[in-house]
């Protein structure tokens, strides 16, 4: 089993950064595709960015391109958001995953963090 716990998370304004970062337990999660979704209030959950284990392959959902930067750190069994030029409507609770298998470049969640807020005021 895989445990994540994600952090970082708080109210800013926009234009301003945060970094998320989540930590994994129970087992390495070097060989996982992993990443970052979040669903605001009303709204169905969404994937905002995604790196396989690898790490030779990323994903950015259009509205983050440019401004999110997906990144892992394998010795330390974490994987990290960096979030700049933060906007109104990036705000909702970010949840951290893991693939449900091992050694794919596109994640399938298979395990779920507990979520991080993320409020940016206007």
């Known amino acids: 089993q895989v445990q994540l716990v994600e952090s970082g998370g708080g109210l800013v304004q926009a234009g301003d950064s945060l970094r998320l970062s989540c930590t994994a337990s129970?087992?390495?999660?070097?060989?996982?595709?992993m990443g970052w979704f979040r669903q605001a209030p009303g709204k169905e959950r969404e994937l905002v960015a995604s790196?396989?284990?690898?790490?030779?392959?990323?994903m950015y959902a259009d509205s983050v391109k440019g401004r999110f930067t997906i990144s892992r750190d394998d010795a330390k069994n974490a994987v990290y958001l960096q979030m700049n030029s933060l906007k109104p409507e990036d705000t909702a609770v970010y949840y951290c995953?893991?693939?449900?298998?091992?050694?794919?470049?596109?994640?399938?969640?298979?395990?779920w963090g507990q979520g991080t807020q993320v409020t940016v005021s206007s």
């Open positions: 790196i396989s284990w690898r790490g030779d392959t990323i």
């Open positions: 995953a893991a693939d449900s298998q091992q050694f794919r470049r596109v994640i399938s969640p298979g395990y």
């Open positions: 129970g087992r390495s999660v070097s060989t996982y595709a």
